[in-house]
């Protein structure tokens, strides 16, 4: 199958669709703005002008009841699904010839253009089609677009019989939208016979894939928000690889199957089933007293809760089939069976259901060919919002005998009349208005909903007393009471179904996070009915699936989530307690790819059972690695081979009750018996300012001299009169020390963050402010990572945010911390204790101690070395505020300062890891985990500079640039200038190499100007090193930045300067740049890096008359110039060469007179920047003259 066209088809074919039906209500008079009047007059339906036929009137009603009350919009996003999943279904059943009159509907066998049905018009017999008007169309020739428009017609409603769930008869409006000109080209009907090869319809699977692509646009629009009823189908939809769902129904109904009958053939076909371990004898008695003798076929139920398309169910259809024909069934029998008494399927969204329910017939229909002469009963079904339904329950219960209702359960069942079990009428509209409460947000909450007792034991009454009003009403008068009746007869059958107990469930249950993308109504069911299980719509279905089958057999997929994250410690607990895990198979997400799922979380599928203590499970870890592209396995050895035998109840003895299966016999034994880490640290979450945007800077973006360093306190901070102070907010994997540069805004102790009040609910939005632990040092880590945990050690000074947070202690205590996180033994754990890889602090306390550790010199030393090779690796670049100057200033030839300065790189990353190596040996060797990991001591990367020639020449150029613009000097070590508005600044701090006058410097990919960038760079390298080695110089750093055919060194400085610098600058400050490049446009006529801390009202009036205006001059007089050497040129070649390069210039003159305009115009209004305010804000104050607006301005604040 070509999921790949299907993927691009289905969305295309959804817009297609909706634009086709909203194209007929247009027709029809209804439009999202307007509903155009109704006139009828005798047999005629007059809407704006345009007659039709009377019948049309009333269907136009329908369809405006319809729109008004559901939305223009949904009405016709319905009606195109309605259309496109039976468009689907005609298509899949011609395929495979399962039409009774043996023609193709859509499509013809020859590849015609006009399909085979309206060769044969005058052939069929459809149920209610008129002969004489189809031979009066075939014979007119003119007409085959009505003719082909009644033969689909009556073909939908000849299949009503069999599939009235997506056949409804089409007589109301549903006939209004029927797509128009379908015998088009570029028809949906031709699309889709086009554009899906024939063989991709020969599996039942298209369906599903089908589906899944067809609202994955609607999925997009949706996803990542707070999730509305009816974009919970499309947020939540995920076809399940065949793999898991193979897993998934061998794990249920074949291991039911096999635990009374272990030798069935049945299990040579199961290739996902997970042979049971040998068991303890006592487990081996349990498991015989709740392990029935002997299974009759017919008795065993399985249910999916949240079917969508059906894959789940048409697997076990295979399993079951197979199960019937080993007791001796008769293969024509037993879909029947199967549909009617061993399958159950519900969902919310009723494409779902109606296409999960035609996989199944069709699925039937191969194996029974009789099947679609008559309605076959099914148990799929969508579960209705009463809140979509129009019952009168006084109606219903106008007919009540006027019993009170007598519990059936209260009588002996040879004693029980039917008669009797009646109820009053208050009674019976007291039931009903109950079950339209329970099913009034069901579009919502869907398999979910709680039946309660006392409401079960009256429904087969009311039942009664709904059937009777169904079938003596008759009258027209008494059309509501008979709606009412069959709408309470559909909230009734699914009442039933679910209080039923199954025997197997299985499920791929949506997934919806409580503080993402949960509505209000499903959050509150979640508090009420699923409070251990409210993380995650997914926990509440499992927690529902337990309670469906009870003592059976349950298996889903989900996030991996649950298995270790604090959030779902007692949903854990319940499992543990209340059932047993058989098996699992956890895909964690690895950060290089989507898991199996095609998602990018990690996912674990598992089965369990009820409760059975000291059962061997059997537990996977599936990496992505052992997947292909669409998810499948490589092998099954890759599933299979990589399991482990664990007792399930012991991880109640883990920290929050985590899933931590990972862990070797003596891992877990460590970590349920040794002390934890929260029993020597504390540990605490950080702020959540609730506007980084504006409370976050990087500390470049600010004067300097607003920004308060080594402050121990908050008395002191508060003191100190300073607005911004360090910030630790987490970031990338780096160990020991970094990721240090952000500021917050706390002056006056968080005056302006505790002020932060939402405009709506009045409550401060910032909480978590750190308190006493505020400005201490401690111990932080990276919480979201790949590549596991990376502590680092925080001096005094900062404040932590919650993506930061902090473990305080001694700093004894806190440096053996640092070392078990960041060692072998720490990611053996933590790996375990963090399924999704975000390490909170719950997983970070959790580590066993060996306390013995704790004060041992060696590891102290280790810690002590490593701390201070990253710390100095820091202060090595720009970027820190410890910098002093770069390392590469020294000697007089540049290639010999590189390669001490990468010499000296490469001897800290090998000394790093060698006392990494050290720690490793150390611990594994005290915690005894020798065996498990003796061979893994590579921990991780280091994650020290090791240093190359490309990145090193742009920190010389960066410095070069910040010499010439102030920042830094060639006199003094540090940072020189980083105040505000260029006040305070003194020109004798740069004598060796003078600093710009105005902080101006045009980078111009020609030699416009003798103080522009490249010239500049020239002189830097002269002075910085030496005169005799200039040229020498220039080679080494221009072959250092990949020099091009034909050009100088200066050449390629110049283009580099030009082209990339910009671009490198702003990936090195996080899209806050310190030196601002304005820019005429694309032909870069005129370019120009200003320093931020030295813009002032003046700088714009300055660029323009120093540099632009000049620049127009000598532009023109260059234009002029070639204009007589092409005259003059002795060849076409020179003269083709000369009009192209002022071709060029003309195009930079006037690019450069539209910037002059603009320049002259921001010039006057004399700009005064406030720094504090970011570069963010700030950078977007000058219109277009600046490069990158849009990626600066819209980035985030990292």
């Not at 599939?163 to 008869?169: A, G, K, S, V, W």
């Not at 329950?393 to 009797?420: G, H, R, V, Y």
């Not at 997947?627 to 499948?632: A, E, H, P, T, Y």
Request: hydrophobic content about 40%; overall charge negative.
């Amino acid at each position: 199958m070509n999921r790949n066209k299907l993927k691009t088809y289905a969305p295309k074919a959804r817009r297609d669709f909706i634009a086709a039906v909203t194209a007929r209500a247009i027709k029809f008079g209804i439009s999202k703005d307007a509903i155009e009047p109704v006139q009828v007059q005798g047999n005629i339906a007059l809407i704006a002008g345009q007659a039709h036929p009377r019948k049309v009137a009333d269907q136009r009603l329908k369809l405006e009841a319809r729109v008004k009350t559901r939305g223009f919009e949904q009405v016709m996003e319905e009606a195109a699904y309605t259309w496109f999943n039976r468009f689907a279904a005609i298509r899949y059943m011609e395929v495979h010839g399962y039409l009774d009159h043996g023609y193709r509907v859509l499509s013809h066998p020859e590849g015609k253009a006009t399909p085979e049905i309206v060769e044969h018009a005058q052939h069929l017999d459809l149920p209610g089609l008129d002969k004489e008007k189809v031979i009066e169309l075939k014979l007119d020739g003119t007409k085959e677009g009505d003719l082909y428009r009644m033969l689909l017609m009556a073909q939908c409603n000849a299949l009503n019989s069999a599939m009235p769930f997506l056949f409804e008869r089409i007589d109301d409006e549903t006939e209004l939208l029927l797509p128009d000109n379908l015998l088009h080209s570029d028809s949906v009907i031709r699309q889709m016979v086009i554009e899906i090869e024939e063989a991709d319809w020969q599996e039942i699977e298209i369906i599903g894939w089908l589906y899944q692509f067809y609202i994955s646009e609607k999925k997009d629009q949706v996803i990542g928000k707070v999730v509305k009823s009816e974009d919970i189908p499309a947020a939540t939809q995920l076809f399940t690889p065949n793999w898991i769902v193979k897993y998934m129904v061998q794990n249920t109904l074949g291991a039911k199957w096999l635990a009374t009958y272990p030798q069935s053939g049945i299990r040579a076909k199961m290739e996902f089933y997970i042979e049971p371990a040998e068991q303890t004898d006592g487990v081996n008695t349990k498991l015989a007293e709740i392990t029935p003798k002997e299974l009759n076929p017919e008795e065993i139920t399985f249910l999916d809760p949240a079917c969508g398309s059906g894959h789940i169910l048409v697997e076990a259809y295979d399993l079951f089939k197979d199960i019937y024909l080993e007791r001796g069934y008769v293969l024509r029998d037993v879909p029947r069976l199967i549909l009617e008494k061993n399958l159950f399927g519900l969902d919310v969204d009723d494409r779902a259901a109606q296409m999960a329910a035609f996989a199944l017939l069709m699925k039937a229909r191969n194996d029974d060919r009789r099947i679609l002469e008559k309605h076959q009963k099914m148990n799929v079904k969508s579960i209705l919002s009463s809140k979509k339904l129009n019952i009168d329950d006084q109606k219903i219960a106008s007919d009540s005998n006027k019993f009170e209702l007598i519990p059936s359960d209260d009588l002996l069942p040879e004693t029980i009349q039917q008669p009797m079990l009646s109820m009053s009428a208050a009674t019976a509209t007291q039931t009903l208005a109950e079950l339209v409460a329970i099913f009034r947000d069901a579009d919502s909450i869907g398999s979910l909903t709680k039946i309660p007792e006392r409401l079960l034991k009256r429904l087969p009454i009311l039942r009664n007393l709904a059937e009777k009003q169904l079938l003596s009403r008759d009258r027209l008068e008494d059309s509501l009471a008979a709606k009412s009746a069959f709408f309470a007869l559909k909230l009734i059958d699914q009442a039933e179904t679910l209080s039923m107990h199954f025997d197997c469930v299985a499920a791929n249950p949506p997934y919806i996070g409580n503080r993402a993308g949960m509505n209000d109504t499903i959050k509150q069911y979640a508090q009420d009915y699923f409070n251990n299980a409210r993380g995650d719509t997914f926990s509440m279905f499992v927690a529902r699936g337990l309670e469906f089958c009870r003592t059976g057999y349950m298996s889903m997929v989900t996030l991996d989530s649950w298995l270790t994250l604090s959030t779902y410690e007692y949903f854990r607990s319940d499992i543990l307690n209340n059932s047993t895990i058989l098996s699992l198979a956890h895909m964690p997400y690895e950060g290089k790819k989507p898991t199996a799922m095609g998602i990018n979380f990690g996912v674990a599928c598992f089965t369990l059972r009820g409760v059975c203590s000291k059962y061997m499970g059997y537990f996977i870890r599936q990496r992505y690695v052992d997947l292909i592209g669409d998810g499948s396995l490589k092998s099954l050895s890759a599933f299979t081979g990589l399991g482990k035998r664990i007792d399930g109840g012991q991880f109640l003895n883990a920290p929050a009750n985590a899933i931590v299966y990972g862990l070797s016999d003596q891992g877990r034994r460590k970590l349920f018996s040794a002390t934890p880490l929260r029993d020597l640290v504390d540990a605490r979450e950080g702020m959540a300012t609730a506007g980084n945007d504006r409370f976050l800077r990087w500390w470049h973006e600010v004067p300097y001299g607003n920004i308060a360093f080594n402050i121990n306190s908050g008395t002191e901070a508060v003191e100190s009169g300073s607005k911004w102070f360090p910030y630790n907010k987490g970031g990338e994997y780096k160990r020991w020390f970094g990721n240090i540069g952000l500021i917050v805004n706390w002056e006056n102790d968080g005056l302006e963050i505790k002020g932060n009040i939402d405009p709506i609910t009045q409550r401060v939005r910032s909480h978590n402010y750190n308190g006493d632990y505020a400005f201490l040092p401690g111990l932080t880590w990276t919480s979201m990572s790949s590549k596991g945990t990376a502590a680092r050690i925080m001096p005094n000074g900062f404040m932590f945010d919650a993506k930061g947070p902090m473990a305080f202690g001694s700093q004894e205590t806190i440096n053996f911390a640092a070392a078990l996180m960041n060692s072998v033994v720490g990611r053996f754990f933590l790996s375990s204790l963090s399924a999704t890889k975000d390490f909170k602090i719950g997983h970070i306390l959790a580590l066993p101690v060996e306390k013995s550790m704790i004060s041992k010199n060696s590891i102290h030393e280790y810690v002590n070395e490593l701390w201070g090779l990253a710390k100095n690796e820091w202060a090595s670049f720009e970027t820190s505020w410890e910098f002093q100057s770069p390392p590469l200033i020294s000697g007089h030839c540049i290639k010999n300062a590189f390669v001490e300065w990468q010499a000296k790189c490469h001897r800290s990353y090998s000394r790093s890891g060698e006392l990494q190596r050290h720690v490793d040996e150390e611990l594994v060797d005290e915690y005894g985990l020798a065996e498990e990991l003796g061979d893994k001591y590579e921990s991780g990367e280091i994650t020290l500079y090791i240093g190359d020639n490309q990145s090193d020449v742009f920190w010389l150029a960066s410095y070069s640039i910040g010499c010439m613009m102030g920042r830094y000097s060639l006199d003094e070590p540090g940072l020189i200038y980083a105040n505000s508005g260029n006040v305070g600044f003194d020109p004798s701090r740069y004598t060796t190499f003078p600093a710009d006058d105005d902080g101006i410097v045009p980078i111009m990919q020609a030699d416009w100007f003798d103080d522009d960038a490249t010239n500049r760079v020239v002189e830097f390298i002269k002075v910085a090193w030496s005169p005799e080695t200039l040229a020498e110089n220039l080679k080494f750093v221009a072959d250092s930045l990949g020099t091009k055919s034909g050009e100088t060194p200066i050449d390629t400085i110049r283009r580099y300067l030009s082209t990339d610098f910009f671009k490198d600058h702003l990936k090195t400050y996080k899209k806050r740049p310190i030196y601002w490049l304005f820019s005429s446009g694309k032909e870069k006529a005129f370019e120009a890096l200003v320093y931020l801390h030295r813009y002032n009202e003046g700088t714009l009036s300055r660029m323009r008359m120093e540099y632009v205006t000049p620049l127009q001059g000598r532009i023109a007089s260059k234009i002029d110039q070639l204009g007589r050497d092409i005259d003059a040129a002795a060849s076409t070649a020179a003269q083709n060469k000369l009009r192209k390069e002022q071709e060029k210039l003309k195009k930079q003159q006037a690019e450069l007179v539209k910037f002059d305009e603009e320049l002259r115009h921001y010039a006057d209004m004399r700009i005064k920047l406030d720094l504090d305010d970011g570069v963010k804000v700030n950078y977007g104050k000058f219109g277009t003259l600046l490069a990158e607006t849009k990626a600066i301005t819209g980035g985030s604040e990292e």
